[in-house]
C-alpha cells in the first residue's frame, strides 16, 4: 500500500478573487471596475493540500462538496496538483461552498457562503488514510466545528496512536466564540497549533503573541505563530522571511496556508521547528508574488533555495 506524507482534513471551495485599487461595493446599483476577477483554489484545507503537493508530498484532502460546477472545478484542479481526492465527499442537495476575497494591498475582506463544507464530520475521514498518513492536518476548524468537532480529537488520537505528528490551523472564528471544551479536547491531541498573530490573541487571550504562545503551549500543542511579511514566532525564537521577496508581494491570499504546508514538509524532512518554520516562511512569502493561493506556491527545491537550507 502506497505511504501518505500528508492527510489535510478542512474546507474545500472555490475562491472568486476580486483585486484592484478600489474593491469596495458601491450599493445603490453602482458598477465599479476592477483590475482583475478570477475563479481559484480556495478553501485553507484545499491550498494546504497543493502548496504541499508541489513541495513533493504525498497528500490526500477529506472534505465536502457539492454536486455542482464549482465542485467538478476543485475536483480537477486538486486531481492536476496530484492530491489524492477519494475522501472529498460529494453532498447530493448541498451547494459547493464560495468565498469572494476583495484584495486591496495586503488587506482583505472575505465573504463566504458555507454550503457543503460545513457538512464535513469525522466520520467522512477514511480511517485507511488516517492510519497511513505521516501527519494529519486540520485547517479552518471554526467553520467546520458544528459538524467536524465532536469527532475531531478522536480522529486525532487514532492519527497519533498510529505514529503521525498532527497540527491544526482554526483561522478565524465567525462566530466570535473562540472555542470551549470541545477545541480543548482537540488542542489535546494536537501536536502542532498554527495560529496568525491575531487568532493567537483570541485564542488564548492574551494581549501578545509571546504571552499568547506561552498561554497555548499549556493547552498541549506546540504553538507557531505566523506575523504575515514579518515572518513566524516558532516559540520564543523570531523567524524572518527571506528578504528579497517582500518586495514581490501581489497577493497575500493563502499565504498562510501555504506557510503551512511548508513547514510541515520542512518537518517530515528530519527539520527542527525552527528550520521548518523558515521553510513555511519561505513558501508562504513566495506565493504573494501571484494572485491567489496556489499561482505562486513554490516547488521544495525552490523553496530550500529561498530559506537557505538544505536536507541531510
Not at 497540527?167 to 480543548?184: I, V
Not at 518586495?247 to 497575500?252: E, L, N, Q, R, V
Request: hydrophobic share 50%; charged share 15%.
Amino acid at each position: 500500500m502506497t505511504g501518505l506524507d500528508l492527510l489535510v482534513v478542512g474546507d474545500c471551495n472555490p475562491d472568486v478573487l476580486v483585486l484592484g485599487d478600489d474593491v469596495v461595493p458601491g450599493f445603490g446599483q453602482q458598477e465599479k471596475l476592477v483590475r482583475s476577477i478570477s475563479l481559484v483554489v480556495g478553501g485553507s484545507a484545499a491550498i494546504t493540500a497543493v502548496a504541499a503537493a508541489r513541495l513533493g508530498l504525498r497528500v490526500a484532502l477529506a472534505a465536502t462538496i457539492g454536486a455542482d460546477p464549482a465542485g467538478e472545478f476543485m475536483l480537477a484542479q486538486l486531481a492536476a496538483e496530484g492530491v489524492e481526492v477519494s475522501a472529498v465527499v460529494t453532498r447530493p442537495g448541498l451547494a459547493t461552498g464560495l468565498t469572494v476575497a476583495l484584495s486591496h494591498g495586503s488587506d482583505r475582506a472575505i465573504l463566504t457562503a458555507t454550503g457543503a463544507m460545513t457538512a464535513l464530520t469525522a466520520a467522512d475521514v477514511p480511517a485507511e488514510l488516517v492510519r497511513r498518513a505521516r501527519h494529519v492536518h486540520v485547517s479552518s476548524y471554526f467553520l467546520l466545528e458544528p459538524s467536524l468537532g465532536p469527532g475531531l480529537a478522536g480522529l486525532l488520537a487514532t492519527a497519533r496512536a498510529h505514529g503521525a505528528r498532527t497540527s491544526l490551523d482554526t483561522n478565524w472564528d465567525p462566530a466570535g466564540r473562540w472555542g470551549g471544551a470541545e477545541l480543548r479536547a482537540v488542542l489535546a491531541e494536537t501536536d502542532l497549533l498554527l495560529p496568525n498573530e491575531e487568532e493567537a490573541r483570541m485564542l488564548s487571550g492574551q494581549p501578545s503573541a509571546t504571552a499568547a504562545i506561552a498561554a497555548l503551549t499549556a493547552a498541549g500543542p506546540a504553538v507557531v505563530v505566523k506575523l504575515g511579511p514579518r515572518g513566524a514566532l516558532a516559540g520564543p525564537d523570531l523567524v524572518k522571511p527571506p528578504a528579497g521577496l517582500v518586495s514581490g508581494f501581489t497577493d497575500a491570499t493563502g499565504a498562510g496556508d501555504c506557510f503551512n504546508a511548508g513547514l510541515i514538509a520542512g518537518l517530515l524532512h528530519g527539520l527542527d521547528l525552527r528550520a521548518a518554520a523558515r521553510l513555511g516562511c519561505a513558501a508562504g512569502t513566495a506565493s504573494t508574488r501571484a494572485a491567489g493561493g496556489t499561482a505562486a506556491a513554490p516547488d521544495l527545491a525552490t523553496a530550500l533555495a529561498l530559506a537557505g537550507l538544505t536536507l541531510g
